[in-house]
């Protein structure tokens, strides 16, 4: 059975991910209290658009000139 002071290399890794999920976490959570406080923006605001549908069949005069 290895001695674990002797293996620095092992508590090194592990330091390494300690300190890499710390950095993950505390990220989330500042991201997450930005999100929170940061005030709605205002878009502006959007206007109906009208849509004209026109139906055209093959004895239509508008398809005739068209064609």
């Known amino acids: 059975m290895p001695d ?3 293996l620095w290399y092992v508590w090194l890794i ?3 991910v300690f300190l890499l999920l710390l950095c993950g976490v505390s ?3 500042i991201k997450f209290c930005c999100r ?3 005030l709605p923006a205002e878009t502006f ?3 109906p ?3 004209a549908v026109i139906g055209i069949d ?3 005069t508008a398809h005739s ?3």
């Open 4 to 6: 674990w002071t002797n």
């Open 58 to 60: 093959s004895d239509s």
């Open 14 to 16: 592990l330091l390494v």
């Open 27 to 29: 990220a989330s959570c």
């Open 36 to 38: 929170k406080k940061r």
């Open 49 to 51: 658009c009208d849509l």
């Open 45 to 47: 605001p959007r206007h």
């Open 65 to 67: 000139t068209v064609t």
